[in-house]
């Protein structure tokens, strides 16, 4: 057997006995076995997605890895006793087992191993501070300079000079929690230090510090630092180190960015959920259950939101609980939904307290709540949720477990339009338009609507086609109002059917042609129109057979 010297060495061993083998985990293991040493993580992970839906006995070659490594450090590997000891204290490979790693550790440190030791003083660090410290201190003797690092939250009066004497060995880890410390801790000056410091672990190999650069380079306290581009190199560099959580921000920013990135993007995001990261883990789930093209991605996307709905990932719990709301991928069970939009909002998550809420307001499956509906709508508005502050304007606009009050659904309909939301801006130009808190100001009016259009609102685009043919202040424009019925009616809004059938039969703004008018008219009383119904009876008494047909099939 070939004498195993450094950590690559072991990575090159582990991967020589597992290539060929068929259970995904074994790769998995490999992968955070190897983490922050760039040994070949993507290939790993790759075989992994392939295999992952082979039988789940598959067998596995770690044994075969852990027989390796067993007989060298029985002939004395120090190297391997320190992979050893790691691997049963996290469970690669083997179940976790601290009394085994800590055997194997021990082991190691009589053998002269440094990182044995330490592992052995971070244990003893727990229940005995004092041995702690004195065996931190022989790791240092020995030149182990990283022992400072962890070292550091035992002596608290001692804190930051014990990070600082952690990066002289040039540890990634140890320049990483340096540079962490000042960053959050420190002064603004020493915060611009800090940077450089992680800046440098990240390029010495620690995935955490790349995760940590690219999050700075895309949320910056100065937007005007704000840089993409950077922030997805430090992404390709983490994930060349193994870091789940870079593969995880890299899957969705691509996923993000369109179609030609979805393949590449939702590739990432496997990578990543299935090394156990919840945020990958939630998204990777909400994307192939709402766009999956079968059902065997819709059950994937489902098993991928429960397990980060058991990590107590607040997107994971939403997602599952909409799915079960909604009947995606699973059956339609209220109670369920219920429980977990409950468990978000014990949580604190916004998206569950607007849900939970508007459950309660409508009544959808559980009793009807309409006061606890209008406080967690409160508490998600205060939190900057737009849906949520729509509704809570809604509470207000209707007194739902509140006294009605216009002018404070206008302040609220205002709120959540500005921050995006289309039914919002729909609600703020119904309001000027109808006096409702407000004056009339029709022009005010139609810019809501025009802005609600623009975001899709179908009863925005309704609105403004009847505004310009029946509001005379604005003077009429029928071919104007046609043409916002017709992107109405292209979502089967049945009164834009209905409106648009009218302008056909009258030939105002559109060509005349009463058999347009009459298709139009028979669609929206297909729908349920009663206005459609009532003008086919006056206008057509003897449909024609496709006419009767039409009506047949929208009936």
Known sequence: METIQTDQDVDQLVWSLIQDSRNPHDFLNYVRHAEDRDAGHDAALDRAQALWTTPADAPSLFPQV???MEALAEDGNTTAMFHLGRWHRLGYGVPICSETGLRWYERGAQAGDARCLLNIARNAAQSNPAEAAVLFQRCVDMGH???HSYWADLDMDHHVQHLYKGTAGGSAFSIYCYGHYLVTKGTPAQRTEGLDWIRKAGETGNAMACLFMAHECMYPKDPADYDLKAAMMW???GIRYGGMGCMGMMGRQMTLAGDSKMEP???LLAHAAMLGDS????NLGFRLLWWGKSVDEQAQGLAWLESAAAQDNKMGIYRLGEAHEKGRGTSENNAKAVELYERGVQMGNVDCQTALGRMLYCGSGIPQDLERAHELFHLASLQGDANGTYMLGVSYAYGGGTPKDDVLALECFTQAAEMGDEAAAFSVGRAHLMAEGTPKNLGAAVKWFKKAARRGSTNAKLYLGLILIYEDQLGQSYWQAAKWLKEAALDDDPRALRELGLLHASGKGVE???????????KAAGMG???AEEWLQAHCPQKPGWLQKLVDENS
């Open 512 to 522: 005349e042609d009463m058999a347009e008018a009459q298709r139009l008219m028979a």
């Open 145 to 147: 300079s990283a022992a």
């Open 66 to 68: 852990i027989t390796a």
């Open 279 to 282: 945020p990958a883990q939630a």
């Open 529 to 531: 129109d009663k206005e």
């Open 235 to 237: 992404l390709f560099t």
């Open 265 to 267: 993007g939702m590739r």
